[in-house]
Nanobody
Framework: VQLQASGGGLVQAGGSLRLSCTGSGFSLDDYAIGWFRQAPGKEREGVSC????????YYADSVKGRFTISRDSAKNMVFLQMNSLKPEDTAVYYCAAADSYYAYEGQYKYWGQGTQVTVSS
């Protein structure tokens, strides 16, 4: 069982990136998938989450209206489309899987290794 986050990179403020979360050894559709981020010197924070059905989503206030989470069941992937990026979005982004959409961070069972997003001003 493995999660892998990818798609990070260096982008200018106002630009876009799409992060991908790929599952190996299990179906992502069986889990709620969350995206978290951790900036240097800061605690990890939840950014977005999608239910196992894909019908319910959550966004932190700081990204609402700019980020979109989605699923592609055929590819066993979850995406985080990030638009209008700001320097404060700079962080390592992680995807994680939980049994419940309502899980708090400590209840997430599987974690990807993280992908770096750097937004220059």
């Amino acid at each position: 069982v493995q999660l892998q986050a990818s798609g990070g990179g260096l982008v200018q403020a106002g630009g876009s990136l799409r992060l991908s979360c790929t599952g190996s050894g299990f179906s992502l559709d069986d889990y709620a998938i969350g995206w978290f981020r951790q900036a240097p010197g800061k605690e990890r924070e939840g950014v977005s989450c999608i239910s196992s059905s894909g019908g319910t989503t959550y966004y932190a206030d700081s990204v609402k209206g700019r980020f979109t989470i989605s699923r592609d069941s055929a590819k066993n992937m979850v995406f985080l489309q990030m638009n209008s990026l700001k320097p404060e979005d700079t962080a390592v982004y992680y995807c994680a899987a939980a049994d419940s959409y309502y899980a708090y961070e400590g209840q997430y069972k599987y974690w990807g290794q993280g992908t770096q997003v750097t937004v220059s001003s």
